[in-house]
């Protein structure tokens, strides 16, 4: 069943109008008609059942019957990513929803070699892979800030799983174990790695965890995922109940 | 520094001739002249350094000098993917030669839509992956068979971690805890899931491995990415040394 994002308030009764895009994709891509149910959500009041109202050329309502999930919230886990080239990002942010990422934040390091990215479009990518993956909230993608900005206000209670392609550092599960699953971030460089300076500067956070990724040469957004995985797996929702 | 596969013979003092794709890409690309050094592997003879020779306007030579690192072989571990949809197959591929499965093998399912691939193409993508995540072999790739005829065929001394969104099974760690390192696979269903009776099938092989990979729905191209990963963690060569 079709899965959709809304910014509206959902309750029983309630009647709300999905974006233009949306409503171009229910009626004329997806060919919805009155009476098609889909489910709805919008980070806040868990999934609901919706019936297509009336629909028009590029308009349509829908009708908010039945909540199907409560709110619920996924671990509190922050991507933080230097800029990486459009498509890789893309497929990072797409994937940091597939795996359960609160927040992606983007970074700009000595090795990035661009400093902009289209905010939007990436948002507009977390919120479709969240539709599709069943999550009900969208992970948030914060603008690009200086590596040195973000580290000089990172706070002590946060650990930050820094993958070290550079350095020695034992292997992710091995450093993992034992901690703790409150509030965390992982932390992935740019393809040409941090500068020295830079893995300095990290390591000598109090909160900062190296860790291994293995003995290959991973892409950005390899190790991005990998990253997402094990901590997951180790701390988070992958763990089972 | 450039990595290059090569298939010829590797020894002190040979001269070889890379493809002409790959001629082109050392001297027109990358505008590499003679006496210009690149690391070569053929997956059989260890990593070397060698020496642009003569360096015509589509060909080249390559002097091999020293040995940098001996053959090594990774973990025995096969991917066997359901043909998904191209784009997302070759993401697969790179991903798998990054994260070091030896084999990928092609499977046809009731719910997968295409039964052809360009095997060819795939077999680049891995061998460039390969290049440049430092692995000294190229997964081999392996075109489609039908699953019936793989699971009638599934030698019992390879486990295989089936990862079921369909079905309860314990979180990955967890499945895999305790377990032999030997010859693996790991089994990625198509975008629309194994069939019941293709489920019921891989449950009934006692090689079989179920395993949740969490919550979310994942995507083919994710679940792959997450399973490879998890299953180097526990068992294979992201344990550390």
Chains 1, 2 share one sequence.
């Not at 040195?148 to 020695?168: I, K, Q, T, V, Y």
């Amino acid at each position: 069943m079709i899965r959709l994002y809304l910014a509206e308030d959902l309750a029983a009764g309630a009647a709300v109008a999905p974006s233009p895009e949306q409503a171009h994709y229910l009626v004329n891509v997806m060919r919805l008609a009155a009476g098609d149910e889909l489910l709805v959500f919008n980070g806040r009041d868990g999934e609901w059942r919706a019936k297509m109202g009336a629909v028009g050329k590029r308009i349509c309502r829908l009708e908010i019957a039945a909540q199907t999930r409560p709110q619920a919230t996924g671990p509190d886990l922050d991507l933080v990513v230097a800029l990486v080239k459009r498509a890789r990002l893309e497929t990072i942010v797409e994937k940091a929803a597939e795996l359960g990422a609160r927040r992606v934040r983007l970074v700009v390091t000595e090795r990035t070699n661009a400093e902009r990215t289209r905010v939007d479009r990436l948002a507009a990518i977390a919120a479709e892979a969240a539709e599709q993956t069943g999550r009900l909230e969208v992970p948030a993608i914060e603008p690009p800030a200086k590596l040195a900005a973000l580290l000089a206000a990172w706070p002590a209670d946060r650990p930050l799983m820094f993958c070290d392609e550079a350095g020695a550092a034992p292997p992710a599960l091995t450093a993992l174990a034992g901690r703790a699953g409150g509030p965390w971030a992982v932390l992935i460089g740019p393809e040409g790695g941090f500068s020295p300076g830079e893995r300095a500067a990290i390591r000598g956070l109090p909160a900062a965890v190296p860790v291994s990724l293995g003995p290959r040469i991973l892409r950005a957004d390899t190790a991005a995922i990998a990253a997402l995985t094990l901590w997951q797996a180790a701390l988070g929702d992958l763990r089972g109940a």
